[in-house]
């Protein structure tokens, strides 16, 4: 998630001091990943010092704006007209947990249940699942509504990237029991024609 390119394309409509910056960030992604204030002034000390913002005054109470400069401008186009890189996926820890779940509920003497590792985090999911389709059925509402305002139609973008997100989770964790159910019964078909050829 690039909190340093979301904060250039704020800027872009204007200076704007940090606490505002996080604001507008939430509302836009329906603070789906919220941001403390100290991180927007952090990423706002980096954009400075690489020369992509600037100091734009501030106001009576002593909030300093930034704006963008030219530079910013051209690192905010870049990043719009960038694909975003697949190739090195992010770390899933869903993924991680359920490899782990498998090769240490593979030992003899394990805790571990990996069929309720899948349960738990199906439930989870589709309880997710039903919570952003509850949040997209008002969201649809906004952007419909004689008030709609682009920040609505951003949230309604996040919202359905989050239910396919979840969706496919749900898919994959049905893959994953499946195949789970598959690998299990292959030692004992493997026993059984051992049997009938002795």
Known sequence: MSIRHGLLALLEQG??????????????TGATWPLNVGQVYTTLGRLERDGLVKPHGEDAEGHVFYALTDA???????????????????RDELAIKLAM???VGAL????VDVAAVIQAQRAHT??????????????L????????ES????????????????????????????????HAARPAAK????????
């Not at 509402?141 to 004689?146: D, F, N, W």
């Not at 997100?165 to 789970?180: D, F, G, K, S």
């Open 126 to 139: 589709m309880a997710a699942l039903q919570g952003c389709t509850r949040l997209k059925a008002r969201a």
């Open 141 to 148: 509402a906004a952007v419909e509504g004689p008030a709609a």
């Open 151 to 182: 920040h609505d139609l951003a949230w309604l973008l996040v919202l359905d990237q989050l239910i396919f997100q979840a969706e496919a989770e749900i898919h994959w964790l049905n893959n994953c029991e499946t195949r789970l159910i598959r």
């Open 108 to 111: 003899e003497d394990s805790q």
């Open 101 to 103: 779940a498998v090769t």
């Open 72 to 90: 910013g401008r051209i690192e905010l186009r870049e990043w719009f007209d960038t694909p975003v890189d697949r190739k090195s996926p992010p």
């Open 15 to 28: 200076p704007r001091y940090g606490y505002q910056l996080r604001s507008e960030f939430e509302a836009r």
């Open 191 to 198: 026993a059984a024609v051992r049997g009938e050829q002795q």
